[in-house]
């Protein structure tokens, strides 16, 4: 079992980034393909982005396209989300997941069996 930790939330201006951090218990960290989602207040949670266990493949929402890039660092057990251009309607809970079957996992929810307890990230306008 592995446990999950983001960090790098907070309060910022639209047009402005920020780098969350997802920090993982335990040696099976690499061999879990990750993911990030989200969550508005009232709306249901969101799949934003996800990278294979090597970190050669991403794929990511088309609402991030172009603004977000995940990363990983197996060495330091630690995933990455590089937030730029942020927006309003970016905000949200993010959580970060890990899918303990697969070394790239797709951008459903129940694929994950790990997840962390979530950073709010706020951007105002």
């Known amino acids: 079992q592995v446990q999950l930790v983001e960090s790098g939330g907070g309060l910022v201006q639209a047009g402005g980034s920020l780098r969350l951090s997802c920090a993982a218990s335990g040696r099976a960290f690499r061999w879990y393909g990750m993911g990030w989602f989200r969550q508005a207040p009232g709306k249901e949670r969101e799949f934003v982005s996800a990278?294979?266990?090597?970190?050669?493949?991403?794929h990511y929402a088309d609402s991030v396209k172009g603004r977000f890039t995940i990363s990983r660092d197996n060495a330091k057990n630690t995933l990455y989300l590089q937030m730029n251009s942020l927006k309003p309607e970016d905000t949200a809970v993010y959580y970060c997941a890990a899918d303990r079957d697969k070394y790239y996992s797709g951008s459903d929810s129940y694929e994950y069996d790990y997840w962390g307890q979530g950073t709010q990230v706020t951007v105002s306008s």
């Open positions: 990278i294979s266990t090597s970190g050669g493949s991403t």
